[in-house]
């Protein structure tokens, strides 16, 4: 675990070579294997805090080709190094960046999870869990990058898009993509959300909710939810999924948002009380079943 100041770089190695290269250059590294479980190349990550420079404030990661462009143009450096090397499934790309608009704050401490049970402890510590699976269609554990900032933040704004031509105005605008695509394991769009964060407590988002009927979309219209007008299941032969977030209402202000697609992390979250939508994003399809988490 990283502690204190401002994180300035991060790098991946996926041999001994590169880790004592990687060591003398002055990086330091989590001990958590990212192909635990898996097999392959023991593949680990290693961060840089130096002071002066400039701190990373968002990092994203890559397992499809056409999620790179977006990427690269929006100025996020790449880490060329294959999160899965040795191993099959996704080549898992990590990308970083050093951003100055209202919504970027900057990252002080990384933290890796390979158990579900882990994850409710560290969000409710204030902890912000990245959403790709560094071990996607690799086998193994489901394994979380996690980032803590500088100031408490919350999330201001949601949207989502269903191809990979907006990525980079995205990007630019300030907004994280939840690197999971909402129609994985079936044919379809690749649907993804998207987020941006504030430190105004006062612009955050108090609710999120999903529907899966008109029903429910009448239901959640009157209790003064907004839709965001994106059908998660776009593409495919299942129900129409829209996300809903509301303002309304000062109680508590959402810090953190989840797609869970590991089933034994469902129970984990449920049991820790975090808020839980109990609709299948991919509800009317064969394809993975993904909740909603946010706390």
Known sequence: ??????????NVSTSKDEEEILGAQGYQFINVNLNQGAGGNQVLLWYKKERGNRPVTRIQFSFKDNMKSGLADAGYELVNK???AGVRGNHIFLWYFY??????????????????????????DGWERLGCDLNRNAGGNF???????????????????????????????????????????????????????????????????????LQEEAKL????????????NKGTSGKDVYAWHKKEGRESQIQAMLLLINS????????????????????????????????
């Not at 002080?108 to 402890?121: F, Y």
């Not at 299948?280 to 909603?292: A, E, F, S, V």
């Open 221 to 232: 219209q009157a209790e003064g939810f907004k839709k965001l007008s994106v059908n998660l």
């Open 99 to 124: 951003g100055s608009t209202e919504f970027d704050i900057p990252i002080v401490n990384l933290q890796l999870t390979a158990d579900a049970k882990e994850e409710p402890a560290l969000l409710q």
């Open 1 to 10: 675990m990283a502690n204190g100041q401002q994180i300035t770089k991060l």
């Open 82 to 84: 294959d999160l899965n």
């Open 143 to 213: 394994i979380y990058l996690w980032v803590k900032r500088e100031k408490l933040s919350y999330i201001c704004e949601i949207t989502a898009s269903v191809d990979f031509d907006s990525d980079k105005h995205l990007f630019e605008l300030g907004y994280t993509r939840v690197d999971e695509d909402t129609n994985r394991g079936v044919h379809g769009n690749n649907v993804f959300l998207w987020y941006r964060c504030t430190t105004d407590k006062h612009k955050a988002l108090t609710a999120l909710n999903i529907s899966t009927s």
């Open 264 to 295: 034994k992390a469902w129970n984990e979250y449920q049991k820790a009380g975090i808020n839980f939508v109990e609709e299948n994003l991919n509800d009317g399809n064969n394809g993975w079943k993904i909740y909603l988490a946010y706390k």
